[in-house]
């Protein structure tokens, strides 16, 4: 186990494992990053949001990190939007606005 210094703060709702087992960790610097789980590597850095702060309540509405195939799936509160962003190129693929202000995120196949 070792220390990794990530370069931004985080939340417990920010953190995320790729499909090829890589760590992803989205910052409050608005950044999603990939990690060689092994090394502690920053294998990308990939702009995503704007920043943010994380609230000392932690049920207010946070950027939240969905990780489904190959896909991150990114939400906003500060604008209700959501974005699709490929792991393995880091670009956003998708966005979507949201009727709500997003709180918490999954998913399911189907």
Known sequence: M???????SYSFRSLGRGPEGEALVL??????RKL???????TGEYPVVKEWKESETWQD?????FVQD???YVTEPATNKI?????ATG??????ELPE??????GVKG
């Open 36 to 42: 060689d789980p092994t090394s502690g590597e920053i």
């Open 61 to 65: 509405p946070l950027p939240t990190l």
């Open 101 to 106: 202000t997003p709180n918490e995120l999954n």
């Open 27 to 32: 910052g409050t610097d608005g950044t999603l």
């Open 70 to 72: 190959k896909y991150a």
């Open 91 to 96: 670009k956003v693929v998708k966005t979507v």
């Open 2 to 8: 070792r220390v990794v210094d990530v370069k931004a």
């Open 83 to 87: 974005h699709k962003v490929d792991i």
